[in-house]
């Protein structure tokens, strides 16, 4: 089989054992990668109603068949488990120097299974597998574990670490890798604390299996270049994701004061010009030509790597608006291991919950050191506030209560990344019906609406837009592995992609090929919910509360007096039903099941729950 190592290396952090497992070419084709192996694996593995801090929750590190070869971005790795945030399938993404080293260590994928008895350093190299003591790094953070792995392997290791957030099984705590790489937002790295996993470092010397090897190499090398020129003829690598604030606050998306706000004044204060301006170093991820990671200098003067939507959540969601304060908050997101997001949506909630009396507490919006205490607090799970917190929005809300539940913003258990859907219809949908909880990575259908279509509208095209972009990016972009920016950012075509698949595994495939698989994988993290949460209903793909209370309605500026409207966004709900063909409950019908290939699954299924 040309294209994918055929390898799947099995850990069991209980036992100290490891072996070598392999897959068909069937399992290949059918799941590509990545997120597609990941959803594949758990859906397998895992046994309903598992506590995923539990030794039985595994954790599984995924690349797919692009990934690691020299070609534009493919330095990405899925990481993936049953999530402690929200109970349903979970995984991220993020660009490391693993990708490259476990393909060429001859694996596609790792499963971490069960609980070591004392902090571990799982250590890979080629077929060589183990478990060193890493007592000396547990409390560290992130960039102190890097440095420490760093001196001892050298830095071209592929590493995964976690901080104190993880270790202190912090719901939304992050893995990171690299200067300032992070993911698997659904608390990915509280499933590596309970499994005492400080850090996975893996090395590896074998070639890449690829059908046309010398082929690959002159594309991948001509394709390096032309996005690096790509690049510079756009203001990307100038702000990266950055210069996106500015917009957000003009159309009124920006989340100001726990979304209360969708745009302020001083924003411009925090904006991708003022980044600019401040920045020391770029970093970014491997084989990557158009780098956006942009650091600054933090009111400590260290290094802060800062993103929109790290910009946005503890910036004007917390009423920030001093950029050198907001890189002391994301700092030490990044060094406990904290998710930025959810970080910055738990914070913002809690200041909110307080001044409306539902919560202890005197914290306020702009309290920047009270902030900087609650996070120490949050990653420590330090005191009942930081304990309450620890736990996420959700939980958050249930334990104040008062209502507070109405503006937790978050949809299954996940909090919201930096986009204010007030009043953006199509936007509020793909948060709900995000496979993994509130995450704008499936898809970003804010620009198209807001450019393209009348803003009001609830139409049936924004649901087709919604779908045919979780198909590239949650589908396509998660299961070949790839960073999608040069797509997004610099108009590298969809094209291009099925090219250096063809060159990896020898196929014929055209884009279409892959929609079978994306829409595959969907369907089976809807089963997985469905086990795990048998009641589901549709109201579990809304949005919050916030976004249909007139009483939240924006008083001033361009959507003043306006706001979602629950019967109408339930008929846009109906449409992303019947165009994937999903029952009234958004479960896939047995016959949607069935053309996916998941006849087996449906039968499964149905031991849980009717299916339509
Ligand atoms: C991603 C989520 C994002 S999405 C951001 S900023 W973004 C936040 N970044 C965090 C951070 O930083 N530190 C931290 N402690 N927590 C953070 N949480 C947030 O995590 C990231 C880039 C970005 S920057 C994005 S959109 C794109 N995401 C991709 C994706 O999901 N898939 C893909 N195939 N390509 C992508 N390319 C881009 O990668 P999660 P990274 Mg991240 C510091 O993982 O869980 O999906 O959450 O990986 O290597 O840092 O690159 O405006
Ligand atoms: Fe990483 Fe940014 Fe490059 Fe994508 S564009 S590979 S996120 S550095």
């Known amino acids: 089989m040309h294209g994918w190592t055929g390898g799947i290396l099995r850990v069991d952090l209980t036992n100290r054992t490891w072996r070598r497992e392999t897959f068909t070419e069937e399992f290949a084709l059918t799941w590509i990668g990545g997120r597609g192996f990941a959803a594949k694996i758990l859906y397998d593995e895992l046994a309903p109603g598992i506590d995923p801090l539990g030794p039985e929750n595994k954790l599984v590190v995924a690349v797919g068949p692009i990934s690691g070869i020299s070609a534009p971005n493919t330095g990405k790795t899925v990481v993936a488990a049953k999530s402690p945030l929200t109970g349903g399938y979970g995984d991220g993404n993020l660009g490391t120097r693993v990708t490259e080293k476990l393909r060429r260590a001859g694996f596609d994928a790792l499963i971490v299974e069960g609980r070591a008895e004392r902090p571990t350093l799982l250590y890979i190299d080629d077929e060589t597998v183990e478990f060193l003591p890493a007592d000396e790094m547990w409390g560290k953070g992130t960039y102190e574990t890097n440095e420490w792995i760093y001196a001892r392997y050298g830095k071209g290791a592929g590493v995964l670490n976690i901080g104190q957030a993880g270790e202190n099984l912090v719901r939304y705590a992050v893995i990171r890798s690299m200067e300032g790489r992070a993911g698997g937002r659904p608390g990915m790295g ?33 394709d390096l270049r032309a996005v690096r020129a790509l690049d510079q003829e756009s203001a990307w690598s100038k702000q990266g994701t950055t210069g ?26 925090v904006n991708g010009e003022q980044l600019q301006a401040a920045t020391v170093a770029v970093y970014g991820c491997p084989n990557c030509t158009m780098q956006c990671g942009l650091a600054m200098l933090d009111t400590e003067r260290r290094e802060s790597e800062l993103d929109y939507e790290n910009m946005g959540l503890l910036g004007p969601n917390l009423g920030l608006f001093d950029i050198t304060q907001v890189a002391t908050l994301n700092y030490l997101c990044d060094d406990y291991g904290i998710d930025t997001i959810s970080g910055g949506g738990v914070l913002g909630f ?60 978050q949809c299954k258990g996940m909090e919201i990344s930096a986009y204010n859907c007030k009043f953006i219809p199509g ?10 909880g509130a995450h704008h990575k499936e898809s970003w259908v804010i620009t198209y609406e807001i450019q393209q279509t009348p803003r009001e509208s609830y139409g049936r095209d924004k649901a087709q837009k919604v779908i045919d972009l979780q198909r590239i990016r949650g589908g396509l972009f998660e299961a070949i592995v790839s960073c999608r920016f040069p797509w997004i950012e610099v108009g590298w075509g969809l094209e291009h992609y099925p090219k250096y698949f063809n060159a990896i595994t ?23 919910w469905l086990r795990e949460f048998p009641d589901t209903t549709r109201r579990d793909d809304y949005p919050p509360h916030a976004w249909f209370d007139p009483q939240n309605a924006d008083t001033e500026g361009p959507i003043a007096g306006r706001i979602l409207e629950y019967d109408r966004y339930d008929e846009l709900l109906q449409h992303y039903y019947d ?9 896939p019908t047995r016959e949607t099941l069935e053309r996916l290939g998941l006849g087996a699954e449906a039968a499964a299924a149905e031991a849980h729950a009717t299916l339509g």
């Open 190 to 222: 509280a499933v590596m604390g309970s499994k005492l996993l400080k850090a996975i470092v893996v090395k590896g010397s074998q070639p890449i299996p690829q059908a046309f090897p010398a082929e690959m190499k002159t594309l991948g090398r001509e």
């Open 244 to 269: 996106v604030l500015s917009w957000c606050n003009e159309v009124a998306a920006l989340p100001v004061n726990n979304f209360r706000r969708t745009h302020h004044p001083e924003a411009w204060r």
């Open 350 to 409: 809690y200041a909110d919950a307080v001044e409306r009396g539902a919560a202890p507490g005197d914290i306020r919006f702009g309290d920047f050191e009270g902030f900087r205490r609650l996070l120490t607090a949050i990653a420590h799970r330090d005191g009942e506030v930081g304990g309450i917190l620890a736990e996420g929005t959700l939980r958050a809300a249930r334990v104040f209560g008062h209502g507070s539940e109405e503006y937790a913003m």
């Open 427 to 436: 936007m509020a949908l793909a948060f709900g019906v995000s496979p993994i």
């Open 506 to 528: 020898g196929r014929e495939w055209e884009l279409e090929d892959f929609w079978p698989s994306a829409d595959r994988i969907y369907a089976l993290i809807k089963l997985f």
């Open 579 to 587: 165009i994937r063909g999903y029952d009234h409950r958004g479960i």
